[in-house]
């Protein structure tokens, strides 16, 4: 941790932990529901229910993209909208009373002035922390919490956000790395606590499961860390409710395997240096920092991009010179992740935006590319 500041520093612990791209495992977790047979869509609104004597058993949905409308009916309609949560759930009761609030988190991407090996926890007050960690070849700074009221489609960082990550990671931070003009990208989000009083950053952190007066089940909070065990706790939910709402075929959730890997889980390690040896001749040899990042991105799924690469060179070429990513992730996420607009690949699959390298051209080109489907 190169600019760490040790002046005053009276004592430190080391532990270990884990990272993860939250949008590749979002993408994975989607696919490895479509491989049980889920049908799924992307940019889908609900504009409303549909109800059965009293009941919700399905929703009508616009595709944000065409604006086509639609329905769908369902025996059991499962809310897990996050910060729309108890939008949905008013479209079942107008009088339903709030079950949530909403905790703004703001976070900064920075280029890094020199390698870090290590991230770095500094705790703010008796309930905060303000985390720096090397994520993505950048630095991740953040992050903020306070209490959130407005539309949560309009939730973004503003002037007193920026200013707050920065001091705060100055208490630890030498000012080299902390320069405005370093910052690449902001980002805000929201988390989803338990209604009540109180601090957010004093809220529990406690997944919120409730049912309405028509039958809808909500879910929400809860964080990565425990998405599966959500998943349980939802589906014994389900199997409890009057209707048989599970199909009869389906195998008992206590028998559901409790440890499944998601698509292409594999040693990345691995896959680099196959993705590395195993380039075919006469073409280019794939570059190393490629390989690595497919291999921590996609994990086994990397050789089927790589195959896209083969096939077309024009596919393996960097889609800009400062950054790992080729052209066949952009035909990967466009024939097999659903990708939709620009920023579906630009932010959401791939890590050109937060890089601050998502340009007009490239853009344009990747609107290009999506036009082009099988």
Not at 36 to 41: K, M, Q, T
Not at 338 to 361: F, N, P, Y
Request: charged residues 30%.
């Amino acid at each position: 941790m190169p600019e760490l500041r040790t002046d005053n520093l009276k004592a430190v612990a080391v532990y270990g932990d884990d990272q993860m791209n939250d949008a590749r495992m979002a993408l994975m977790t989607v696919r490895a529901a479509a491989e049980s047979g889920a049908v799924v869509l992307n940019h889908a609104e609900v504009t409303g229910l549909r109800f059965t004597e009293g009941r919700v058993t399905g929703a009508e949905l616009r595709d944000r993209t065409d604006g086509t409308e639609f329905g769908v009916t369902a025996r059991l309609v499962l809310n897990a909208t996050g910060p729309w949560v108890d939008h949905l759930r008013r479209m079942e009761d107008p009088n339903a009373a709030p079950s949530i609030r909403l905790s703004k988190g703001a976070h900064l991407v920075l280029k890094r002035t020199s390698p870090w090996k290590a991230a770095l926890a500094t705790p703010i007050d008796k309930f905060r922390i303000t985390f720096a960690l090397p994520w993505e070849d950048m630095l991740l700074l953040g992050t903020t919490d306070e209490e959130y009221e407005g539309d949560p489609a309009d939730v973004a960082v503003d002037e007193k956000d920026v200013t707050q990550i920065l001091d705060e990671a100055a208490f630890s931070i030498r000012d080299q790395q902390l320069s405005r003009d370093l910052i690449t990208y902001s980002f805000a989000g929201l988390r989803v606590l338990p209604g009540g009083p109180g601090d957010t950053s004093k809220a529990k952190r406690e997944t919120v499961v409730t049912e309405g007066r028509g039958g809808m089940l909500s879910v929400a909070g809860g964080k990565w860390t425990t998405f599966r065990h959500i998943g349980r706790t939802v589906l014994n939910k389900l199997a409890e409710l009057p209707g048989r709402p599970l199909a009869d075929d389906m195998e008992p959730i206590s028998e559901l395997p409790k440890k499944l890997p998601l698509p292409g889980i594999s040693n990345p390690r691995a896959v680099a240096h196959r993705l590395l040896v195993d380039a075919p001749a006469p073409g280019p040899r794939m570059a190393a920092d490629t390989a690595r990042h497919l291999a921590t991105h996609y994990g086994s799924l990397s050789f089927d991009i790589a195959r896209l690469a083969n096939e077309n060179p024009d596919l393996a070429k960097r889609i800009h010179p400062d950054a790992p990513e080729i052209w066949a992730q952009v035909v990967w996420a466009r024939d097999h992740e659903w990708a939709e607009t620009a920023d579906d690949v630009l932010r959401r699959r791939t890590t050109l935006t937060i890089r601050g390298l998502a340009t007009d051209e490239i853009r344009g080109k990747v609107e290009d590319l999506l036009g082009k489907r099988a």
